[in-house]
Nanobody
Framework: QVQLVESGGGSVQAGGSLRLSCSGS????????MAWFRRTPGKEREFVAA????????DYADSVKGRFTIQRDNVENILYLQMDNLRAEDTAVYFCAATPAQGLSGSPETYGDWGQGTQVTVSP
């Protein structure tokens, strides 16, 4: 059974940094492409960043490009999102997602497994 557990969320002032982690278990981690999405009240899930199975290819939403970095550790089975220079508009619940496929995808419909989410709050 696939389990994804996010951690690392919290409250920070604008300009600060946070590092989110997503620990995977119950599946062969290296066979799954993964991504981070976020959601704010009243809005659809928004793509943040994606990474392929080996961690060699990444993609980012324009709104976070140059500030966020997605990485994965296929030995420890952990997905990371390093968030720097945070802005108030980055405030959201952040979710990690996984699916057993190659390549990248920024579409939430292509991911079959999701974590429970972790809250990130950035104050101006």
């Amino acid at each position: 059974q696939v389990q994804l557990v996010e951690s690392g969320g919290g409250s920070v002032q604008a300009g600060g940094s946070l590092r989110l982690s997503c620990s995977g278990s119950g599946f062969k981690f290296v066979m799954y492409r993964m991504a981070w999405f976020r959601r704010t009240p009243g809005k659809e899930r928004e793509f943040v960043a994606a990474i392929n199975r080996l961690g060699s290819i990444t993609d980012y939403a324009d709104s976070v490009k140059g500030r966020f970095t997605i990485q994965r550790d296929n030995v420890e089975n952990i997905l990371y999102l390093q968030m720097d220079n945070l802005r108030a508009e980055d405030t959201a619940v952040y979710f990690c997602a996984a699916t057993p496929a190659q390549g990248l995808s920024g579409s939430p419909e292509t991911y079959g497994d999701w974590g429970q989410g972790t809250q990130v709050t950035v104050s101006p």
